[in-house]
Antibody, heavy 128, light 107 residues
Framework: EVQLVESGGGLVQPGGSLRLSCAAS????????MSWVRQTPGKGLEWVGR??????????DYAAPVKGRFAISRDDSRNTVYLQMNTLKTEDTAVYYC???????????????????WGQGTLVTVSS | DIQMTQSPSSLSASVGDRVTITCQAS??????LNWYQQKPGKAPKLLIF???ILETGVPSRFSGSGSVTDFTFTISNLQPEDIATYYC?????????FGQGTKLEIK
């Protein structure tokens, strides 16, 4: 069974840092592209960033509001993706989800599917 | 960024009804459109990808159609367990963007 389990959320002051982790199991993690998506009541679902698999060059991309402050990395030996969040702002308060992009060949045709699996989410609160 | 305009923002329907939600992209996204269901306190669940392909295990009363900029999501024969918020999402280019959601209630 595919599972994604986030951890590391909590309360942090503005300007502070936090690192989220997402532990994966049940699939070949090294083949997957992994993303972070956040959700707030006011702004809905917002894409944060993505890291490709190492075989697909392992590069990262970020949404404009977090570029330069957030960094995504992966450790394929631990089947884990990380979100390092620095210089946090109150508007970064959200539930953060990790999600998978991967090739699915369970049907007669293979498909590249974006976000077929999500973690349960972890709450980050930025407040003084 | 590609803007996704989803409507309606909320709707109320009866068990057994046919329900339709629309999503419009601000530019051509071919068929790179997903539909998700989200229940309170839970992560989004993928229902449909590539505009019309049903994810494994999803009931056949859910369907999707459309291409380019205009997309439709339909629930035929609405069931009580379908109470949720539904989102569209374009995955044609980053940043992947979501519609604002449609909150579905049962009359």
């Amino acid at each position: 069974e595919v599972q994604l389990v986030e951890s590391g959320g909590g309360l942090v002051q503005p300007g502070g840092s936090l690192r989220l982790s997402c532990a994966a199991s049940g699939f070949t993690f090294s083949d997957a592209w992994m993303s972070w998506v956040r959700q707030t009541p006011g702004k809905g679902l917002e894409w944060v960033g993505r890291i490709k698999s190492k075989i697909d060059d392992g590069t990262t991309d970020y949404a404009a509001p977090v570029k330069g402050r957030f960094a995504i990395s992966r450790d394929d030996s631990r089947n884990t993706v990380y979100l390092q969040m620095n210089t946090l702002k109150t508007e970064d308060t959200a539930v953060y989800y990790c999600a998978r992009e991967a090739r699915d060949c369970s049907r007669s045709t293979c498909y590249w599917i974006t976000y077929d699996k999500w973690g349960q989410g972890t709450l980050v609160t930025v407040s003084s | 960024d590609i803007q996704m305009t989803q409507s309606p923002s909320s709707l109320s329907a009866s068990v057994g009804d046919r329900v339709t939600i629309t999503c419009q992209a601000s530019q051509d996204i071919t068929n790179y459109l997903n539909w998700y269901q989200q229940k309170p306190g839970k992560a989004p669940k993928l229902l449909i990808f590539d505009a019309s392909i049903l994810e494994t295990g999803v009931p056949s009363r859910f369907s999707g159609s459309g291409s380019v900029t205009d997309f439709t999501f339909t629930i035929s024969n609405l069931q009580p367990e379908d109470i949720a918020t539904y989102y569209c999402q374009q995955c044609d280019e980053i940043p992947y963007t979501f519609g604002q959601g449609t909150k579905l209630e049962i009359k």
